[in-house]
C-alpha cells in the first residue's frame, strides 16, 4: 500500500510538473502573441497619426506673403493675400498704384508718361506731382505733412493716408513679417469666435503647414466652406483655414465706415430718348440733314458727326453748324454732337492709346470739345470711340471720368457709345461709365459685319437681348439707351476652291468651305434687292427677322432684313427692360414707315 501511495504520488507530481510547464508554456505564447498584438497596433497607430494626425510645422511667412527684401511691405486687401507691393517710408505706408487701382479705388489714376496721380471728383480733378507733398483740387493747392506720391523708376507708390481722404478705407501695419491690412469692404459679411485655441494652417488639412494660431474666443472673419475647414481671414491679415469644429456659429455682422461717398450727379431727360446719329463728312452737308430731320416722327435727339480728332495730340476739327442747331431746338430736338476715334486724324488701337495715356494731349482734347460744344449751343456730347485696345482701357474710362466732370460744369449732357458686352471688350468698363456719365448707349448691331467669316443676321433678337441683360448688370437701365440698325447686309456666299481652302490650311478661315463676302444697304435699298432677284421673304422667328435666300451664277445669296417688322420686338426690349431710350445707326438709312413704329413705344 505504501508503495502504491508513494507512485501515486509521484504520478501526480509528475502531472503537476507538466501541467506547470504547459501553463508556462501557454502563458508564454499568450504574452508573445500580445506583445505582437501590440506592437502591430503600435505600428498601425503610428501610421495612423502619421497620416491624420495635425504637424507642428511653421510655414514660410517671408515665402507665404512673396517677400523677398525686407524693403517690401506685404499687402492684405479684404480677404487677399497680394503681392508684396508695400512700402514703409518715414512711418508712412506707401502702396503700389496698381493694387490701388486694382483692389481699393479705381479712380487713382497714374500718367508714367507725365508723372502725374490723378483722382476724379464729380466736379473736380485732383492732380499730385512725383515726391511732392503739395497737391491741387482744379486750381486751388493743398498740401500734406508727408509725400504723397513717390516713384522708383515707372513703378508709382501712393500713401495710404491720402488714398484714404477719397476711400472708405481702414489699414493697420504689423511686423513679423512686415505687412499692411487694408479693409474696404462693407456691409454684412460672416464672422465666427473660436473655441479654443488652435492653428490657422496655409490649406485645410492638419498636414498643412501652419501660419499662425489663434486665442480662445478670438473673432475671425469667415470666408468660405472647404469641407470640414472654413477659409478665414485673421484681425492681423492672415488668411487660411481653421477646423469648422473649432469655431462658434457663423453669424452675420455689418460694417460700416465714416466715409461719404462722392454724388456722381447726372443729367436725365424725363421723356423716353429717340436719337439717331446722322453722318456728316462736310460743313455744307449739315443742310442736307435737316430735310433728312423734317421726314421724322417723334425724334428728339440727334447726334450729328461733327468733332474729329485731328492727330494724337488731341486737337479737334469741328464741322458744327449753329444753324442746323438752332433748326433742332425749334423743332424740339436736342443736338448731342458725336466725337470718334477712327473717322479724322487717327484710325488705329496704336494712336487712340497715344492720345488717350498722355493726361495733356487729354487734357487738350477735352478743352477743344467743350469749347466747340459751347461755342455751337450744342446740348451734349457723344463719344463713339471704337479703338480702344485691353492696354488703353484705364486711360479711356480716365477720359470718361475728366470729361463728365467739364460736362457737368457746363451742363452738357455725356453718352458714350458701347459695344454689345463681350469677354473681349470688358476694357471699356461700362459701371463706371454708368456712374459718371449721363446715358450709356448700346450699339446692338454688326452682330455679323462686314469682316465676319459667315452669313448671319446684323442685330439677331437673342444678339440684342443678350447686350442689353449684360449691359444693365453693370449699369442702371434708367441710363442706357439700346441703338438698331438702320441698314442690314446682303451676305453671298461662294462654294471655296481647293487652292483657297489649301490656302488657308491652319487658319481660321479654313473652318469654312465658303468664301463670305457682304454690302451693307439702308432699309429701302436691301427690299429692292431683294425684289429684283424676285426671292421670297419668309420669317424667321428666332432672328425675328424677314429672311430671304437665292441663287445667281454659283452663289448664294442671304439676308436678314432690317424693316419696321423687326424693328418692334427690339423696341418691345426696350419697354421690357425699361431703358431711358432707343438710338439708330444712321439717319436717312430707314423706310418711312420705321418712324411711325418708334412712336408708338416712345411717344
Avoid at 508513494?6 to 504520478?11: K, P, V
Avoid at 488714398?163 to 511686423?175: A, I, N, S, W
Avoid at 426696350?574 to 413704329?597: C, F, H, N, P
Wanted: glycine letters at 6%; aromatic letters at 10%.
Amino acid at each position: 500500500m505504501d508503495q502504491r501511495r508513494i507512485m501515486d504520488q509521484r504520478r501526480r507530481r509528475t502531472r503537476g510538473r507538466r501541467q506547470s510547464r504547459r501553463r508556462r508554456k501557454r502563458n508564454l505564447m499568450l504574452k508573445i502573441i500580445f506583445f505582437i498584438i501590440f506592437i502591430i497596433g503600435l505600428i498601425a497607430a503610428l501610421l495612423l497619426w502619421k497620416r491624420y494626425g495635425g504637424t507642428k510645422e511653421r510655414a514660410d511667412l517671408d515665402e507665404y506673403y512673396g517677400i523677398e527684401n525686407e524693403n517690401q511691405l506685404a499687402v492684405i486687401v479684404n480677404n487677399q493675400v497680394l503681392e508684396p507691393r508695400g512700402r514703409l517710408w518715414d512711418g508712412k505706408v506707401y502702396v503700389e498704384y496698381s493694387i490701388v487701382r486694382d483692389y481699393i479705388n479705381e479712380r487713382f489714376y497714374w500718367d508714367a508718361n507725365e508723372n502725374v496721380l490723378l483722382y476724379a471728383l464729380p466736379n473736380d480733378i485732383v492732380s499730385v506731382g512725383v515726391g511732392s507733398k503739395e497737391y491741387s483740387v482744379s486750381k486751388q493747392k493743398n498740401s500734406e505733412d508727408y509725400v504723397i506720391l513717390k516713384a522708383e523708376g515707372s513703378t508709382a507708390y501712393i500713401a495710404l493716408d491720402f488714398v484714404k481722404q477719397y476711400t472708405g478705407v481702414e489699414f493697420e501695419v504689423y511686423d513679423d513679417p512686415g505687412r499692411v491690412m487694408v479693409l474696404t469692404e462693407t456691409g454684412d459679411v460672416d464672422v465666427a469666435l473660436t473655441k479654443r485655441k488652435t492653428q490657422v494652417r496655409y490649406q485645410g488639412g492638419v498636414k498643412s503647414p501652419v501660419l499662425t494660431e489663434v486665442k480662445k474666443k478670438e473673432k475671425v472673419r469667415v470666408i468660405e466652406d472647404e469641407g470640414d475647414w472654413k477659409k478665414v481671414r485673421t484681425e492681423d491679415g492672415f488668411v487660411g483655414y481653421i477646423r469648422k469644429k473649432h469655431l462658434k456659429d457663423v453669424t452675420s455682422e455689418k460694417i460700416s465706415r465714416e466715409f461719404t461717398e462722392p454724388e456722381y450727379t447726372n443729367i436725365s431727360r424725363d421723356h423716353t430718348i429717340n436719337m439717331a446719329w446722322c453722318n456728316v463728312t462736310n460743313y455744307d452737308a449739315n443742310s442736307s440733314i435737316l430735310e433728312m430731320i423734317a421726314q421724322t416722327k417723334g425724334l428728339n435727339t440727334i447726334s450729328p458727326t461733327w468733332f474729329h480728332v485731328a492727330d494724337t495730340a488731341g486737337n479737334v476739327e469741328s464741322i458744327a453748324g449753329s444753324d442746323f442747331v438752332n433748326y433742332a431746338h425749334q423743332a424740339g430736338i436736342e443736338v448731342w454732337a458725336a466725337i470718334r476715334d477712327f473717322d479724322g486724324g487717327i484710325n488705329s488701337f496704336e494712336e487712340s492709346f497715344e492720345l488717350l495715356s498722355h493726361t495733356s494731349s487729354r487734357d487738350n482734347l477735352i478743352n477743344q470739345l467743350i469749347a466747340a460744344s459751347l461755342s455751337s449751343g450744342v446740348d451734349g456730347i457723344n463719344v463713339d470711340f471704337e479703338k480702344i485696345s485691353t492696354e488703353c482701357g484705364e486711360h479711356y474710362i480716365q477720359f470718361i471720368r475728366e470729361l463728365s466732370v467739364k460736362c457737368r460744369q457746363n451742363g452738357l449732357v455725356l453718352s458714350v457709345d458701347n459695344y454689345v458686352p463681350q469677354a473681349y471688350n470688358q476694357q471699356y468698363h461700362r459701371k463706371e461709365q454708368g456712374i459718371v456719365a449721363d446715358y450709356v448707349i448700346i450699339m446692338g448691331y454688326d452682330e455679323h459685319y462686314g469682316g465676319s467669316l459667315e452669313a448671319g443676321s446684323v442685330a439677331s433678337y437673342d444678339f440684342v437681348q443678350n447686350g442689353i441683360a449684360k449691359t444693365i448688370e453693370e449699369v442702371p437701365a434708367e441710363k442706357v439707351i439700346n441703338a438698331v440698325p438702320f441698314f442690314t447686309r446682303v451676305w453671298k456666299e461662294t462654294p471655296k476652291t481647293e487652292g483657297e481652302l489649301a490656302a488657308q490650311a491652319g487658319t481660321e478661315e479654313a473652318e469654312y468651305s465658303t468664301k463670305v463676302e457682304s454690302t451693307a444697304y439702308s432699309m429701302k435699298d436691301a427690299q429692292l434687292v431683294v425684289s429684283q432677284a424676285g426671292a421670297q421673304i419668309t420669317w424667321d422667328d428666332v432672328t425675328k427677322q424677314n429672311y430671304a435666300t437665292w441663287e445667281s451664277e454659283g452663289s448664294t445669296y442671304k439676308v436678314w432684313l432690317e424693316d419696321a417688322k423687326s424693328l418692334q420686338p427690339r423696341l418691345q426690349l426696350m419697354k421690357d427692360y425699361g431703358l431711358a431710350g432707343t438710338a439708330a445707326w444712321r439717319l436717312g438709312q430707314e423706310t418711312s414707315d420705321i418712324w411711325d413704329v418708334i412712336l408708338q413705344y416712345t411717344n
